[in-house]
């Protein structure tokens, strides 16, 4: 299914490739929500031109091995690895090798809870509508006719409801969504355990509607795709597909033993001088890399200097080829380098300042 080159699935999609689950992983929500908007400008942004080439090292094809074994099982995959090394990419590049549309993104926080992740209810917002309502009546000529407006004539609740990435992760599609968890390691200690359940059950109730079920079972509420909604039946979101769960983890903290039997876990090790030149070519063009320096020498420097500042990040190489390239350093070489430099400043919150030499 996943093989890891970038190219989009031709001819075929992932519903026709992709196993029916293991029974104990199988959901029936419905109704069937209609798929999600392709993106695939942020895609291109995010990972550059898709090259089209098979898995070349070990470490790609473990990759592409640890994805599909999520995809079977239908549970999350839990990266890890040092900042920059592409952790979050990875879910782009599933969802525009297997045509998935768009990402939804949830980036967590010391203050993020599982309901910010699952839907968001704008109470005060709805109060005021009704205030505005009755002030509206109140101010009607005398034997203007017509009831007294009330609560019947506000806007559904559904138009105060939103469901956020997770929540909206959770509809019944027919295949899966891709959900980036981006660096949950920030997240406060109960948030890893409160996403057990979820994960487990597949579904999550909306309490606000659980309460309208009856003179309302099926509302029409906003997702967390731009002008997106989905119908709720009965107050519960209940899901179909299991989405792609990729969460990603920088190593600050541990996860509940719980937590880590559901993942399956893949560690992002630093790219080397291939995989570097096969993200500026896709980013860029195919000769920048020559243009960059001699051979690729701004990559061996770049690798070098990485290996001494204990890390570097992709998008510092990015940036610094893009000065190279650009035409406008053609008289000073020496400030060109030293810029590159400055460029390459180490993660840790030390400055260009503390540069060797």
Request: proline share 9%; hydrophobic share 35%.
């Amino acid at each position: 299914m996943y093989r890891g080159s970038g190219q989009p699935l031709y001819d075929t999609s992932l519903r026709e490739l992709l196993p029916d689950p293991p029974p104990w992983r199988r959901f029936t929500g419905g109704p069937v929500v209609p798929p999600p908007p392709p993106d695939d400008e942020e895609a291109e942004r995010r990972l550059g031109k898709p090259s089209g080439r098979l898995p070349a090292s070990d470490q790609l094809r473990r990759e592409a091995d640890m994805v599909n074994a999520a995809l079977l099982l239908r549970r999350p995959l839990l990266v890890t690895g040092r900042p920059g090394t592409g952790k979050s990419s990875l879910a782009y590049r599933i969802s525009r090798e297997l045509r998935l549309g768009r990402v939804l993104r949830w980036h967590i926080t010391s203050r993020t809870t599982l309901r910010s992740g699952l839907y968001g209810y704008d109470a005060i917002g709805r109060v005021q509508d009704s205030a505005a309502l009755r002030a509206a009546a109140d101010g009607a000529p005398a034997g203007a006719g017509g009831p007294a407006p009330g609560d019947d004539q506000l806007p559904g609740i559904g138009d105060y409801v939103q469901l956020g990435p997770l929540g909206t992760a959770l509809l019944p599609y027919e295949t899966p969504r891709v959900l980036l968890v981006d660096e949950l390691d920030k997240c406060d200690q109960d948030l890893a355990n409160d996403l057990l359940s979820v994960f487990e059950e597949g579904q999550y109730p909306i309490p606000e509607l659980l309460r309208a079920r009856r003179r309302h079972p099926r509302v029409t509420v906003l997702t967390d795709d731009p002008e997106g909604t989905a119908e709720v039946v009965g107050g519960v979101v209940r899901c179909r597909a299991f989405p792609v769960v990729v969460i990603t983890s920088n190593g600050e903290r541990e996860f509940p033993p719980a937590f880590l039997r559901r993942c399956l876990r893949l560690h992002m090790p630093d790219p080397d001088h291939t995989q570097l030149a096969d993200m500026v070519t896709a980013h860029l063009t195919e000769g920048a890399v020559t243009r960059a320096g001699d051979g690729g020498d701004l990559i061996e420097r770049f690798l070098q200097r990485s290996q001494e500042r204990g890390g570097l990040a992709v998008d510092q190489l990015l940036n610094s080829v893009y000065l190279a390239t650009s035409g406008r350093f053609p008289a000073d070489e020496g400030a060109l380098a030293e810029l590159v430099d400055a460029l390459w400043h180490r993660l840790d919150g030390a400055g260009a300042e503390s540069r060797p030499g």
